[in-house]
């Protein structure tokens, strides 16, 4: 597919979407949301796709908003302001549940700074991994707004209470190897092996038994608002599911037969 702000392709299983205006650091303009829109359209109907890697294009992964779109009237209660609010829903609410909610592993490849909607962005993804010259910025703050795209959400929950007030007010940059040791992301790498290792994921998780890990997350998530019960209830569900399924059957196979299993994803 074609696209002017972003690249898209799909190969052996791996798709891959790369935020493609690095003379901004790759930041959400409308057309480069309706892209995005476009390609997980497009993802979502690809049978073939059994992963996707989501990176940025230049020395940056994404610095959130562009905010040349939001170029403020000096009456902020003129009808000139932008409504954010509107800003939000349309854009970056239905990409985040939308990430979430994928049939397939995400995995995020942050090359360089990601900032306000774009380090949310990441956080947004199953597994992140960060080059070391990399770093991770609520850079809302600086600018009158409160971290969004699920940026409330995901830094409690990752880092805790204290680390994540700290990241959201003091709005400081935190560099990727202490966003892997406060357990913000996966693991941060060498400048010159995140490739390496993005790749090798993505060839894991394109030979996976999709469907397995789908639910591994679903229920990772589900655990938080529920109790010991519910969650075994829900394993249980799952579980009732996924040993009708055909990646269940070749995974018992393969190991019985000692080798390598050919999971569909199914
Ligand atoms: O509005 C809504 O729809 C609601 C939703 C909002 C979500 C949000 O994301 S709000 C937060 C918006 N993002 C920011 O506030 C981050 C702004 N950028 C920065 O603070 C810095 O650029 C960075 C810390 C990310 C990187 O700093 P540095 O020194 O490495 O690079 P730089 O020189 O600042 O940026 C390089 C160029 O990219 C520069 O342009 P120039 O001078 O070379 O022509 C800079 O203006 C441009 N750029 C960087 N970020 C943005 C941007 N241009 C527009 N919008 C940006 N967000």
Not at 84 to 93: D, F, H, I, W
Not at 191 to 212: C, E, G, N, Y
């Amino acid at each position: 597919m074609k696209f002017e702000t972003i690249t898209y392709s799909v190969d052996a299983g791996v798709a891959r979407l790369v935020l493609n205006r690095p003379e901004r650091l790759n930041s959400f303009t409308d057309a480069m949301h309706e892209e995005v829109r476009q390609a997980l359209t497009a993802l979502e109907a690809d049978a073939t796709a059994r992963v996707l890697v989501l990176s940025g294009a230049g020395r940056g992964f994404c610095a959130g908003q562009d905010l040349n779109d939001r170029s403020v009237a000096s009456d902020a209660s003129s009808d000139a302001a932008p409504d954010l609010g509107a800003s939000v829903e349309k854009n970056y609410k239905p990409l985040v549940l939308r990430l979430q909610n994928l049939r397939m592993p995400t995995v995020c490849a942050v090359n360089g700074v990601a900032a306000g909607a774009g380090a949310s962005l990441a956080l947004a993804c199953d597994i992140v991994v960060a080059a070391k010259s990399a770093s991770f910025l609520q850079a809302f703050g600086k600018i009158g707004l409160i971290p969004d795209t699920g940026g409330t959400w995901f830094l409690p929950q990752r880092v805790g209470m204290a680390r994540a007030m700290g990241l959201a007010l003091l709005a400081e940059k935190l560099p990727a190897e202490q966003a892997a040791a406060w357990g913000l992301i996966w693991t941060c790498v060498e400048d010159d092996a995140l490739s390496a290792t993005v790749d090798r994921i993505a060839a894991q998780f394109a030979a996976a038994p999709t469907k397995a890990l789908v639910r591994t997350r679903q229920a990772m998530r589900a655990s938080v608002n529920n109790d010991l019960e519910t969650q075994l209830d829900l394993e249980r569900d799952m579980m009732r599911e996924l040993g009708r399924s055909h990646d269940y059957r070749e995974g018992v196979a393969a190991f019985m037969a000692k080798r390598a299993p050919q999971f569909k994803g199914e």
